[in-house]
């Protein structure tokens, strides 16, 4: 029973966090926004220079071969910095789903070095989420259908652009026809690997929800120390500091709840989709309240689009529904502890 | 105690019904935050004004119909349930006019009221500055008395900000310090100019959706007619404090904007309940929004009856502004939670038929908590005031 | 459309807080609380002076003839000072049962004079309460049996006492056989005066709550008036204060539904009980919440047995689940919100 | 990360249910805050003794087991899930204990672990006084050093209050103003003390539930050897701190308790399910209160991982203190309002046998916001220190 990170794990999302602060500041965030696309390839490129498009493709195909829980850590940092790119949809998702494929797979051999080189973006879809996200301007498509994985290109379907507050993902309805050509894995073996990917999109989006709590609560808890109000910090007065501090401590116990649920990924436990949907409340829970408590504090400021916040919190409200929203994921928890029998109680937090 | 309308206040119920059924755009306005909605909105004030409707509280000679705050109510109700647009002259009417009412001499009543009422002057707001924001007293925007030979005159130099409306308007109202040599409370004059002389610039901020709700104001040696101030020299504290008071108290918010949002929210929640049910905590917080509302609205009755009667509003207004701006949130973070992935859909997305007004809702509800003083001033004024706790 | 009270009814309201005020301090309260029956005669005489145990009593059986409305102002009072007296379910419950009774039945005769005069106590029995509150101590019972009213001796039924924390009330199970000559009202009318009693405690218990809110604020207040930390009164802190706003908003908004209530059962509108039960869950929430921060305030004092407001909590939990549990309450708003072609939204606040 | 019990620790768990299922009494013992229950509650700290389990994180040679903190939370684990009786020594076992390890010399550690770990004293803490409850510092119980032919003592005069157990407890410990002439955290010396030392009286505080939870201990020219010192002379504040970080932060809460408390809920939920239904917060809180309870126990997991590598507690050991007690009383809220009109019911009502420990529960939560430091106090740590706000 260990419940730390490596060093080599803490040392590598500690490198990432220290480079987006200087390569994703929230100026070239609102630069982004604005683009047609909503992507920079000069900001995908240097997510590829420090590895992050490699990071879970397997060695063979030129990628690093790390895992969920590795993944974990990182995209608490993508979340902080509201990383505007397709990034998790391509190196975490679709390489999960490519790497389940056999080795003969002409996907897997074809797309993968490139997810690795990050030269590709892949959209993923599936019916949890109405609309596609950033489906424009993948390379590849990956697609449900009846359970199964089909493979296309945008242009084989019918792409129709539905805005989100969010900029920093363009969103498509996405019509199209499956066919035996567009097929990729059947509906046997697809059924367990979509559940698979609903599970990682789900660590991934709680931990970006994490870091979002986190970077709304240091915007909250900057302003609240240097603007002045009666002639002090308005961060002296305890009523700011209380809604600060309930901040603190929502993130500070969703943080170990959506840690152990990419283990449980990483790991196999049998019981990850509730390990995961309990992330998914926990985190969207610390966003949402890191939010509203820090536009709170920011006080008209915070209702402006000058402000840098307005960018986290439309990121973490937009965020918080996709993959599931939380009646799909408070639902899935209800179906684990009202079960008869449910393993509940003293001891049984890390049974299987 | 009678909890029922008289036969007058019935019928004058059923005219504003039969108004409001024929005339309400049957296509909701653009926002009043661009220009062509602004203009829409302008157009819809003179409608109302036409029909008597746009200031009912006012005297009949001003353009009114000498409503008490019971007709008022009635006739709020009655717009909303109809689904009539936003108020964009709400600054002007509701907030300002009382004052130029009670502090306004003849002359300001007959040159600002009339106009306002027909929505030919569309009014902003000039209270808050770069450093006086809930800390009001903290005015430096300075207007100093000056003679010459056209006669008496402010000239105006500074700046201010989060004054709503102001991008569009003709008008402004507000505070500004007349005595260089004052602090705090002392040495504010309130002064009504307008929006185009020279000197002035204004700079539009945009809110969260993305539109200019409000701007800044700056004043480079701008000249006002002293004719142009509200109550006495140095008195606009007091003033200002009456128009503050409205704005806390009863008059911003009526109840039945909110009884609309919860009707609405019942029957979002209807439409997709079968999903929503999955998540005992959506149908309770929908019974919560009901109950709520629906208490607002008694709540208001009951202090309008008291005002009716002879009452005064006292520090419990303070209470008002944190109860609806609470419900408020309540209800839209709630919708919010029943659109899921749909939620968070741009309005001119194709398929945001149904989310889009939730989610402007749900940004401006944002601001609830904060504007018009906020939540935490609000408790300590409930606290301090109310209950008598000691100043820190 | 008026919602405001005579000068009558405020002026009656007023004088008997006053009354209250010197005759039911906190002292006595705890005097009475510590006796067997939980009674004191010379309480309930005081009350009988001030004319409460007649004052919804018709004129013609020696009472004051007044109606819910008048007593929605006295049962605030009655809770703000939690009278421990079986006043309620005596003078109002008990009543409104009694009046309507045949005008020559002689239960009508013979009790509502000896009501209206304090020397009867008479104890309510409904299934939608598991006990009978003061049953031992009662003239008389009058009990529901499959819709029908009853009335009988508590030495006609076997009585097992209870205890609750709230020592201002002695609950027993009651055990009785019902019969001919218990029966004092069949099923049909018995059916509708069952309901007006349900919502006759409903409104009295929210009023109760609400006094009891509005107690538990006070002595919250005066605490942090004068209770000093780091050098000051703790009330000046402003985590205090707003614990102690909070409950003044609950209290300014829950006061009004509960008057409501009470003009709905005085003019029998048809939505009589979905107003009680609104009533009941705000004064309920009040007083809870007012329980929660005062408690809060009052540091480890709050805690103690010596602090007063331990008396004053325990009756506001206790009170909140009777006649009806919050659940009870919230199940028949929901059952009105959530109907087809309910009357909600503006211009039907008062409609019929 | 490894989130798998090694087979060690599966082999301690099998031998704590084992001891636990023998050992643990089948009839709940009486409050340990009557002299009936606090007997039985002492007899059971010797039986925890003779098993070696009454202090399983000690060294070996004192009568512990050396067990590391993840050997703890297994060991909690399988005493609530055994519903083994609450732990009258605590204030000993938990708080005492490691200040006495990390500050007593050779000499205080033999004189009172081994006894303490037996049950043969059980200690109260002597913390708060009338003035000083969330502001420690303002303590002023005086104990002056003197000398007389009997040697070296301390002569204490003041008032302790709210010092738990101390009605029946054997030992106290405490902080006591030393240096008249000092004030705040300077000149504080950290003293045990028995409490049948002439001069001491004590008068039970009665809590809500009737019994007395906590006393007054006032003294009158009370004598205290010297060598009950505990760390130098000053330096009190500093002794306290080390075990006031414990009270706060890992030690008092060991997560079993609340989940085992969440457990019961979702039980007593499912046996009143009908009936709760129609309120759908029920459901949810149910729900809220299994997620809380896991995460508490995983925070707590990560902690304790943490500090088995060498790491240290922080301020952020203050969201405890709130995530815990807020949670604790959700859960017992919840049941209050599932219970219903039975959860007011005395422990002795015939008819209680169900809600009894419930209402129990629901008092002690209140005191949870409030005792070890208030949450309001927690806040303002959380805020100044793990945030980095700037002070009032």
Redesign the interface.
Known sequence: ??????EDQLSLSDAIHKFLMVEAAPELLREIWETESGRSAEMRAKLADQGLTALSVPEAYGGMGLGD?DWVLIQQELGYYAIPDSLTATAYLAVYLSKALPEDSKLKAHWLPKIADGSARVAVGHPI???VADAANASLLLLWHADELHALRPEEATL???????SSRR?Y?VQWTPSDKTRVCGAEQGRELWQGVINRAGVAISAQLLGLAQRM?DLG?DY??QR???G??I????????H???V??KI??????V??AA??LA?GHPRAGLHVS?AR??AGEAA?LAA?KS??VH??M?????ADL?MF??RA??LD??WG????H??R??DF??AEG?A???????TH | MRLEYTERQKKFRAEVREWMTANVPKQALSSFDTQEGFEQHRAWEAKLHEGRWSAVTWPKELGGRSCDLIDWLIFEEEYWRAGAPLRVNQNGVFLLAPTLMEYGTDEQKARFLPRMAAGADIWAQGW?EP?A???MA?IRTKAILTSDSQGDHYVINGQK??STRAVYADWCFGLFRTDPDSSRHHGLTFILLPLNLPGISIRP????N?LPG?AEIFFDNVRVPVANRLGAEGQGWNVAMATAGFERGLMLRSPARFQKTAQNLVALYQRHRE??D?????RDAVLKSWMDAEAYALSTYQTASRLVRGGHIGPEASTNKIFWSELD?LMH?TA???????????P?????AESAPW?DGFLFA??G???AG???IQ?NIIAERMLGLPRA
Do not use: C
């Open positions: 029973m260990d419940f730390t990170f490596t829980l989420n109405p609309f129709t652009l539905n805005a989100s507050i969010d969103l309805r609560l808890t609240a120390a002045k109000q009666f002090k910090p961060g002296s007065f305890q009523a700011v500091k209380h600060l501090a309930d603190a401590v500070e116990f969703a943080r170990p709840v840690q152990r283990q449980s790991t309990h409340l926990v949402r509203r536009i709170q006080g008209a915070g209702y402006t689009w000058e307005q919190m439309k409200w937009a529904a996709t929203d939380a009646i799909f408070k639902a928890i209800a502890v009202l449910a509940l109680g003293p001891a049984e937090t890390f | 808050s450093g924001g809930s800390d903290a900000t989060w901020i945009k809110q969260l993305g409000f999903h929503a999955r998540d005992p905590s959506i949130l973070e919010m939670r029943i659109l899921g992935a749909r939620g968070e859909l741009m001119e997305a194709p398929e945001a989610l944002q601001a908590p904060i504007y906020s939540n935490e408790r």
